[in-house]
């Protein structure tokens, strides 16, 4: 059996799949997935698990070199957008990188979403806590 932090059969085959700069999102209950799009639905009731705690989770076992947010996250979401911040400046600190941080209008936000390999989908219930992840190689 894997003794992994991580134990989620699908999200574990998925992040292993992941080359360099490919793409994925980490959405809260809200953000509309397009058809086709793997959908790696952790929530399981409103508000579990967190959107913060799945990005902590998923930004200790990979690289990462990007991340792109919805603009609107800054005004509608401050809190959420602070925390996440200093998530990702703690990760860029340890893994002795900058990560490019990337804001665009929502809709930009969701004309990207077709493009990424799949979506885990928290129970999150605040507004614009998504982001889009890209994968970065650890060497």
Same mark, same amino acid.
């Given at each position: 059996?894997?003794?992994?932090?991580?134990?989620?059969?699908?999200?574990?085959? +998925?992040?292993? #799949?992941?080359? /360099?700069?490919?793409?994925?999102?980490?959405?809260?209950?809200?953000?509309?997935?397009?058809?086709?799009? @793997?959908?790696?639905?952790? !929530?399981?009731?409103?508000?579990k698990p967190q =959107?913060?705690?799945?990005v902590e989770l998923?930004?200790?076992?990979?690289?990462?070199? @990007?991340?792109?947010?919805?603009?609107?996250?800054?005004?509608?979401?401050?809190?959420? /957008?602070?925390?996440?911040?200093?998530?990702?400046d703690a990760y +860029?600190?340890?893994? !002795?990188?900058?990560?490019?941080?990337?804001?665009?209008?929502?809709? @930009?936000? @969701? #004309?990207?979403?077709? #493009?990424?390999? =799949?979506?885990?989908?928290?129970?999150?219930?605040?507004?614009? +806590?998504?982001?889009?992840?890209?994968?970065?190689?650890? =060497?």
């Open positions: 059996m894997l003794d992994h932090e991580i134990i989620h059969p699908d999200l574990l085959f +998925s992040l292993a #799949s992941l080359g /360099h700069k490919d793409m994925f999102a980490i959405s809260d209950a809200g953000l509309p997935i397009p058809v086709g799009v @793997k959908r790696i639905d952790l !929530g399981y009731t409103r508000g =959107f913060l705690e799945i998923l930004l200790r076992n990979l690289v990462v070199e @990007k991340a792109v947010l919805a603009e609107e996250i800054k005004t509608y979401n401050k809190r959420v /957008h602070e925390a996440l911040l200093n998530i990702i +860029s600190r340890r893994r !002795g990188l900058n990560m490019e941080i990337e804001y665009v209008p929502h809709e @930009k936000f @969701k #004309s990207y979403l077709p #493009s990424v390999k =799949f979506v885990v989908r928290t129970g999150e219930y605040t507004p614009y +806590s998504n982001i889009i992840l890209v994968a970065g190689v650890p =060497f």
